[in-house]
């Protein structure tokens, strides 16, 4: 919260420096989830439905993010050689990853797509219009644009060897 990625008053802390609306609003969330998982069957399904469809979409920003940053360092002069890490199958990696990502999000409830449950896909990809809420909040709140491969700032001197 102090460095405005959540509510201000998630920062109040206690004498002791411990952040007590931040723990009680925590423990409130595992609370309801766990509660929910006992006395309401379709309130933990969409919990579990949400939390699983996100993972695959990390997935997709991880692979956009790798295939960015290596065509960048490319593009700005270096030589892959240079990094720590070499990804041995670049450029297919993380193009791979991305489209088996995207079939797997997409796939994750065929049945409910082709019987037209418009419940049972709404509870499955909910997670699909709360990222895109939230990223496009994100991207008008702070006014951040794609920055072009040629002026990614990669000076960070732990990426490549010494």
Do not use: C
Not at 21 to 28: N, P, V
Not at 106 to 131: C, E, V
Not at 142 to 154: A, F, H, M, S, V
Request: hydrophobic content about 50%.
């Amino acid at each position: 919260s102090k460095q405005g990625f959540a509510a201000k008053i998630f920062g109040k802390t206690s004498k002791r420096g411990i952040p007590y609306l931040a723990l009680l609003g925590t423990t409130i969330v595992g609370l309801l989830t766990f509660i929910s998982s006992i006395m309401g069957p379709k309130i933990y399904i969409w919990l579990v439905a949400a939390s699983g469809l996100t993972g695959f979409v990390a997935w997709v920003g991880i692979a956009i993010a790798h295939w960015r940053f290596r065509r960048a360092f490319i593009k700005q002069g270096h030589d892959v050689s240079e990094l720590r890490y070499r990804a041995k199958w670049f450029p297919f990696g993380p193009l791979f990853a991305f489209v088996l990502s995207i079939i797997v999000i997409a796939g994750q409830d065929i049945h409910s797509i082709a019987n037209f449950d418009w419940q049972a896909i709404g509870i499955t990809y909910m997670a699909i219009p709360l990222f895109i809420v939230l990223y496009t909040y994100y991207k008008i709140r702070y006014k951040t644009k794609l920055i072009p491969l040629e002026e990614i700032d990669l000076s960070r001197p732990d990426i490549t060897k010494e």
